[in-house]
Every structure is written in C-alpha cells, then in structure tokens.
T-cell receptor
Framework: AQKITQTQPGMFVQEKEAVTLDCTYD???????LFWYKQPSSGEMIFLIY??????QNATEGRYSLNFQKARKSANLVISASQLGDSAMYFC????????????FGKGTHLIIQP | DSGVTQTPKHLITATGQRVTLRCSPR?????VYWYQQSLDQGLQFLIQ???????AKGNILERFSAQQFPDLHSELNLSSLELGDSALYFC??????????????FGQGTRLTVV
C-alpha cells in the first residue's frame, strides 16, 4: 500500500489565486513528520515546510501553509497568492518513528501557474 | 543554495560500467541520505549513513554501495550499470538521524545517463 498519496498529477491555476495540493498518508506510527518539497524544472529539491505529528498548530512558512488534519491523515499544502515562479513539481513526503529511515515520497503534483 | 554539494552534475556512461557519485553534506550535518529519482519509480530512498556508519537501507540494489568518510563526505558507487539505472541521484544531509522531524536538505543531484 502506498504510504503517501498525491491524487492530483497536474494542476493549472491562475496567477494570484490560492492553490491547495492534496496529500494523504498512511502510518501506524504515532511519531512521524510530514514534509513538502518543490522541484522546479532545473531539478533541485527545495524544502518548503514541515509538520510534526505532535504539533498542535498548522505549520506556516511565508506563503506556504500546511493544512494538517490528523484524523483524516491528510497534510495538504496551501500556497497563497500564487506566482509564476511557483510552477514546479511538488512532493509530499513522510518520515516515521525514530527517523532512521529516509523520506517516503508521493508521486508528486505538477503545478502550472498561468498569467 | 542548500549547502549540500554533489559532483558531478551530469554523467554519461555505457552499460556495464562503474561510476562514483560524490556528496559533501552541509557543514555540521552528520547524516547523509541517498535517493534515486526515475520516471517509473519516482523518488526512492536508497541508503543512509550517520557519522560514518550505515544507519538504514532502502531500495538499494546489490550492485550499488555507499560509504561515508571521516570528513563526512559520502560516495555512492554504482556498478554493472544497466539502462534502467539512468536517473537523477540526490544526496541529502541533516543534523541528526533519529528524529522524525529532522529536516533534510538536498543537493542539486547528479543526472546519470546509461547508454
């Protein structure tokens, strides 16, 4: 079974609109971390935001926020006031438990911002 | 700039050959992770080293091996290369290895093409 599911292979959004990228996860470990990364066409992986399983508040980093719904096992990324430079692949990832293992990634969402 | 340096950026080699990919982690980071990103498999965790010791193994083939040296740089060795090994190989580093919330910073990747 997939541990990280991103159901939107691609999205088109108008510039300046808010966009929500979906991510659901599957784990039985009470301690885990959820991450979002951005991968522009140049290929590098850029860390955006992190949410811990015990965090009470939703994480925010500038225009990025994470809508964490623990009971639903979802960790959606919200980008406010989208910009042309936000066009990229976006990956949701999880690390479980003690953290010794690497990140498990979803298949990604290709976001295209239109002027 | 994440502070993680990977060399070379691009590598083209023939089937059956052996290559070595190099990674220098961020200053102060003891943990190094290797990932493979291919079109059919997506982003997969390969292996993790912490302060010179192997800490965790993911979907790493037996033809692949890695090590971390006393100066904390790491090398990923890929041997008996096949066409299917063509991929983008990422190195990531983090301060620790045993917490789920440990943020991992990625290098720019090495794009390997096997012909």
């Amino acid at each position: 079974a997939q541990k990280i599911t991103q159901t939107q292979p691609g999205m088109f959004v108008q510039e300046k609109e808010a966009v929500t990228l979906d991510c659901t996860y599957d784990t039985s470990d009470p301690s885990y971390g959820l991450f979002w990364y951005k991968q522009p066409s140049s290929g590098e992986m850029i860390f955006l935001i992190y949410q811990g399983s015990y965090d009470q508040q939703n994480a925010t980093e500038g225009r990025y926020s994470l809508n964490f719904q623990k009971a639903r096992k979802s960790a959606n990324l919200v980008i406010s006031a989208s910009q042309l430079g936000d066009s990229a692949m976006y990956f949701c990832a999880m690390r479980e438990g003690g953290g010794a293992d690497g990140l498990t990634f979803g298949k990604g969402t290709h976001l295209i911002i239109q002027p | 700039d994440s502070g993680v340096t990977q060399t070379p950026k691009h590598l083209i080699t023939a089937t059956g050959q052996r290559v070595t990919l190099r990674c220098s982690p961020r200053s102060g980071d003891l943990s190094v992770y290797w990932y493979q990103q291919s079109l059919d498999q997506g982003l997969q965790f390969l292996i993790q080293y912490y302060n010179g010791e192997e800490r965790a193994k993911g979907n790493i083939l037996e033809r692949f091996s890695a090590q971390q040296f006393p100066d904390l740089h790491s090398e990923l060795n890929l041997s008996s290369l096949e066409l299917g090994d063509s991929a983008l190989y990422f190195c990531a580093s983090s301060v620790s290895s045993d917490r789920a919330n440990t943020e991992a910073f990625f290098g720019q990747g090495t794009r390997l093409t096997v012909v």
